[in-house]
């Protein structure tokens, strides 16, 4: 929808940059995992659904967990910091602002470079849990260089939404980054958009015969809304138009003095 709202309003072109790796030969990038597209009755479950995945995970690999939103990050922050699977201290928010309103800009480079550190010792080695938001799913780098984090896939990513594509590349980026592999996880609940305002859609995405199919089935939907949000912008646009040309017919017409 973007792409062809800048055609059209700009005369727009398109063109496709072919990534580095895919220029070297016998460097194919790694693969991202996707180990699902699972859906849950509410959003109490999905936030169960989620400390259950990072108990599961958290001694293989560093955990990201990518919130819906600020209050949704609080509750899943709050969630798996009183499960028994993880260290509650290890559990670290990522966000413009604490929970009070603060800024954590002071703290931004810490939280990136800690996300992917390995702790403990031989006997009782694991990863960190991240709990971020939009702002930590994208342009933020994290450098996973533990090597028994890439044995078991790397970085794990659990998303509890699905955006549009362009800012869901940038989600499954954090993944599989400096030719290391990555994997991902998204988590929906029922009661939440698109699954509450669309009736039949659950039932659809489960009818699906892969994870994938239902992820571009929501990337799709995620499309459409942006293109209803364009088109209200189309008369805006005209009027804008109309008025700068009046705007400078008239100064023209009647130039002021300075």
């Known amino acids: 929808a973007e792409l062809t709202y800048l055609a ?3 005369g727009a072109v398109k063109f496709e940059v072919p990534r580095f790796l895919d220029t070297c ?7 991202v995992t996707n180990h699902g597209v699972e859906l849950v009755a509410s959003e109490a479950a ?6 259950t995945l990072c108990e599961q995970w958290v001694q293989r690999v560093p955990v990201l967990v990518i919130s819906s939103g600020p209050e949704e990050l609080l509750r899943v922050q709050t969630a798996v910091m009183q499960s028994r ?6 559990v670290q928010r990522f966000s413009l602002f604490d929970a009070n309103g603060r800024s954590l800009k002071a703290q931004w480079e810490t939280l990136i470079a800690d996300a992917t550190k390995r702790l403990g010792g031989p006997a009782d080695n694991r990863c960190r849990v991240t709990v971020t938001d939009r702002f930590g799913g994208r342009g933020h780098d994290y450098q996973v260089m533990d090597k028994q984090a890439n044995a078991n896939g790397g970085m794990l990513v659990i998303a509890t939404s699905v955006p549009d594509e362009r800012e869901w ?4 980026g954090r993944t599989a980054r400096q030719d290391r592999p990555g994997q991902f996880h998204v988590g929906l609940s029922r009661q939440a958009s698109p699954l509450a305002e669309r ?3 659950a039932e ?7 994870h994938e199919q239902r992820l571009s089935r929501l990337l799709e939907i995620a499309d459409e809304s942006i293109g ?5 912008y189309e008369l805006d646009q005209e009027l804008g138009e109309m008025v700068n040309e009046l705007t400078e017919a008239f100064f023209q017409r009647y130039p002021r003095s300075f």
């Open 204 to 210: 659809q995405l489960l009818g699906m015969a892969s």
């Open 85 to 90: 699977g993880v260290v509650a201290e290890e």
């Open 8 to 10: 059209s309003t700009y």
């Open 25 to 31: 030969t016998g460097d194919a990038r790694k693969v």
């Open 169 to 172: 590349i940038q989600w499954r």
């Open 228 to 232: 209803a949000t364009l088109k209200r």
């Open 46 to 51: 999905l936030v169960a659904r989620v400390v």
């Open 199 to 201: 009736a039949g859609l």
